[in-house]
């Protein structure tokens, strides 16, 4: 590979690598004399499917010179970073000659924008349409689309790329304003709205002929920024819930903060990124998605932000001692799985293993349920341990917490299962 190439490369995968819209695992491990294998951090990361499957993507920007001044961005026009532009030829040659080597299974497109948000579309569009008419590409394509980009060119998009996708980034029109003066939300939604209408129309053209196009056929996604500005977890969850009654949007991906411009005076003075309250939005998300729950349930008026030391579902279930116990032998699908400890596998199962004869602890243990945090919320044929009726939701609360309470502001990692 060319050393102008590589260098490119170096320059545009690490510009890319704050978009979380699809997870990067960030690795630098070169290879030995005796060794196999070379990973860098080449932009190289890995996204999961619907089914589970972990693929890898060459997640990388077009260019990262940018018209825009985002103040949460690193590669705002003001900022005095290394620049480069990859040509739509060179970056088609780049794909293909990673897939060839088995680097990676798909791609993940961003840019900067350049004289205007269509000038720029269109040379992302030459990428992906270079790549599956000229190279025969099939492999999955994530395309980011342009704030205030034109319909006809959403249009082309969606022809080639599997999934679309257009960043949200702040929440709420008025703070968007403040830290994204060249962008508004209409620019953000107009285009979403275009992705779903071509999305349904495509949907139903393929109905009656088999050949027509297919429409961006993994949907759409967005991307909300936490925690630079100051809506609530009431906000955003609010948010996503309007987000996913859209039929074709997919996923919203909530993005930590990161403080990569501290000398900005809008933006508030973190010291990490807000990966647990992260970590808590995606499981909230899950409530919404999976789990039946209601938006109001999860957040309110009265509890407008989300425990950061105990998860969305269990905060409802203490809250909510009336609902319990759950007899695990008579209750429907949805009483079980409103249960802390027991996932969707687990209430599955639980509904069709009852079938067969009246369920024990033991029974329960086999299924997979967590009995640690299940035992105060259910009620089964050998039932012994105390109801949260008997032991107080208080009590509860102390005996399922993590010893050490995190307050917030003091954010850390926790394992997402999504
Ligand atoms: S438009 Fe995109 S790349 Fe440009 S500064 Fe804003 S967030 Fe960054």
Same mark, same amino acid.
């Given at each position: 590979?060319?050393?102008?190439?590589?260098?490119?490369?170096?320059?545009?995968?690490? *510009?890319?690598?704050?978009?979380?819209?699809?997870?990067?695992?960030?690795?630098?491990?070169?290879?030995?004399?005796?060794?196999?294998?070379?990973?860098?951090?080449?932009?190289?990361?890995? *996204?999961?499917?619907?089914?589970?499957?972990?693929?890898?993507?060459?997640?990388?920007?077009?260019?990262?010179?940018?018209?825009?001044?985002?103040?949460?961005?690193?590669?705002?026009?003001?900022?005095?970073?290394?620049?480069?532009?990859?040509?739509?030829?060179?970056?088609?040659?780049?794909?293909?000659?990673?897939? #060839?080597?088995?680097?990676?299974?798909?791609?993940?497109?961003?840019?900067?924008?350049?004289?205007?948000?269509?000038?720029?579309?269109?040379?992302?569009?030459?990428?992906?349409?270079?790549?599956?008419?000229?190279?025969?590409?099939?492999?999955?394509?994530?395309?980011?689309?342009?704030?205030?980009?034109?319909?006809?060119?959403?249009?082309?998009?969606?022809?080639?790329?599997?999934?679309?996708?257009?960043?949200?980034?702040?929440?709420?029109?008025?703070?968007?304003?403040?830290?994204?003066?060249?962008?508004?939300?209409?620019?953000?939604?107009?285009?979403?709205?275009?992705?779903?209408?071509?999305?349904?129309? *495509?949907?139903?053209?393929?109905?009656?002929?088999?050949?027509?196009?297919?429409?961006?056929?993994?949907?759409?996604?967005?991307?909300?920024?936490?925690?630079?500005?100051?809506?609530?977890?009431?906000?955003?969850?609010?948010?996503?819930?309007?987000?996913?009654?859209?039929?074709?949007?997919?996923?919203?991906?909530?993005?930590?903060?990161? %403080?990569?411009?501290?000398?900005?005076?809008?933006?508030?003075?973190?010291?990490?990124?807000?990966?647990?309250?992260?970590?808590?939005?995606?499981?909230?998300?899950?409530?919404? #998605?999976?789990?039946?729950?209601?938006?109001?349930?999860?957040?309110?008026?009265?509890?407008?932000?989300?425990?950061?030391?105990?998860?969305?579902?269990?905060?409802?279930?203490?809250?909510?001692?009336?609902?319990?116990?759950?007899?695990?032998?008579?209750?429907?699908?949805?009483?079980?799985?409103?249960?802390?400890?027991?996932?969707?596998?687990?209430?599955?199962?639980?509904?069709?293993?009852?079938?067969?004869?009246?369920?024990?602890?033991?029974?329960?243990?086999?299924?997979?349920?967590?009995?640690?945090?299940?035992?105060?919320?259910?009620?089964? #044929?050998?039932?012994?341990?105390?109801?949260?009726?008997?032991?107080?939701?208080?009590?509860?609360?102390?005996?399922?917490?993590? %010893?050490?309470?995190?307050?917030?502001?003091?954010?850390?990692?926790? *394992?997402?299962?999504?």
């Amino acid at each position: 590979m060319r050393k102008e190439i590589i260098d490119k490369l170096v320059i545009l995968a690490e *510009s890319a690598k704050y978009d979380i819209s699809c997870a990067s695992s960030g690795t630098t491990r070169n290879n030995t004399s005796q060794g196999i294998g070379n990973a860098n951090g080449w932009g190289i990361c890995h *996204s999961y499917t619907e089914d589970g499957r972990c693929v890898a993507l060459l997640k990388i920007m077009l260019t990262n010179f940018c018209l825009y001044d985002c103040a949460y961005c690193i590669n705002r026009r003001s900022n005095d970073i290394p620049r480069a532009a990859f040509s739509p030829k060179e970056l088609a040659n780049l794909t293909i000659e990673f897939y #060839r080597r088995n680097y990676i299974e798909g791609l993940f497109l961003s840019s900067g924008i350049i004289k205007n948000p269509d000038h720029t579309m269109e040379r992302m569009i030459n990428v992906v349409k270079l790549l599956r008419t000229e190279h025969q590409y099939n492999g999955y394509i994530h395309m980011k689309t342009i704030p205030g980009a034109s319909k006809e060119l959403t249009y082309q998009a969606g022809l080639y790329a599997d999934r679309l996708s257009i960043n949200l980034e702040i929440p709420t029109e008025q703070n968007l304003k403040l830290l994204a003066p060249e962008k508004d939300h209409q620019s953000i939604y107009k285009p979403m709205h275009h992705i779903q209408q071509y999305t349904l129309e *495509s949907k139903e053209d393929r109905k009656k002929h088999r050949n027509a196009p297919r429409f961006a056929p993994a949907g759409q996604s967005t991307q909300i920024i936490i925690g630079a500005t100051n809506e609530t977890d009431k906000d955003i969850l609010n948010l996503t819930s309007v987000l996913y009654q859209r039929p074709t949007m997919k996923r919203v991906y909530y993005s930590g903060f990161i %403080p990569v411009n501290e000398y900005d005076k809008r933006l508030p003075v973190v010291k990490d990124v807000p990966k647990l309250r992260e970590n808590r939005l995606y499981q909230a998300d899950w409530l919404l #998605r999976f789990y039946q729950f209601n938006v109001n349930e999860i957040v309110n008026d009265l509890h407008p932000e989300l425990e950061l030391d105990i998860d969305p579902k269990l905060s409802w279930a203490l809250r909510h001692p009336e609902y319990f116990p759950v007899d695990v032998n008579r209750a429907s699908y949805e009483q079980i799985l409103r249960v802390p400890g027991i996932g969707i596998k687990s209430a599955r199962m639980i509904v069709s293993a009852r079938q067969h004869g009246a369920l024990t602890l033991n029974a329960l243990k086999r299924i997979g349920v967590v009995l640690k945090r299940a035992q105060y919320f259910i009620h089964c #044929r050998d039932k012994s341990m105390l109801t949260i009726h008997e032991a107080k939701p208080e009590n509860v609360r102390l005996a399922l917490i993590a %010893p050490t309470p995190i307050p917030r502001g003091q954010p850390e990692q926790l *394992s997402i299962g999504f």
